[in-house]
């Protein structure tokens, strides 16, 4: 992961930059439906979440909601939390959570 590109895309709210990164994280991240997790993507969204928190020190990933937004696919929210000039900012990342391919990046919105 870039994190200067990511982080230039978030603050400038460029959703080519940032899906291009977030894009590198999810290249392996299949669904595995389970009983409690008809989707499959539950470990997966914290996966993502993880590897974001681990590339990038000037930002905090977190989980709003999994699945929570009903569309086709359903989507998830991570909130980015990061400083540009001393300041505390927040964006929110949609992501695509398909039954039967990888997370995709799906918008970024404040």
């Known amino acids: 992961m870039d994190c200067e ?18 894009e590198k994280l999810t290249v392996d991240l299949y669904p595995h439906p389970a009983e409690e997790d008809l989707i ?10 993880d590897r974001i928190n681990a590339g990038c020190d000037d930002i905090t990933a977190s989980l709003i909601c999994y ?8 989507q998830s929210e991570i909130l980015i939390e990061y400083f540009d000039q001393g300041h505390r900012k927040e964006v929110i990342i949609d992501v695509h959570t398909p ?10 919105h404040q």
Request: aromatic content about 8%.
């Open 67 to 74: 699945a929570c937004i009903y569309t086709y696919p359903a």
């Open 99 to 108: 039954e039967n391919d990888i997370l995709r990046f799906a918008g970024l």
């Open 5 to 22: 590109s990511f982080i230039n895309g978030l603050i400038t709210m460029d959703e080519n930059l940032v899906k291009s990164e977030i």
């Open 40 to 49: 499959g993507h539950a470990g997966n969204i914290q996966t993502l979440i």
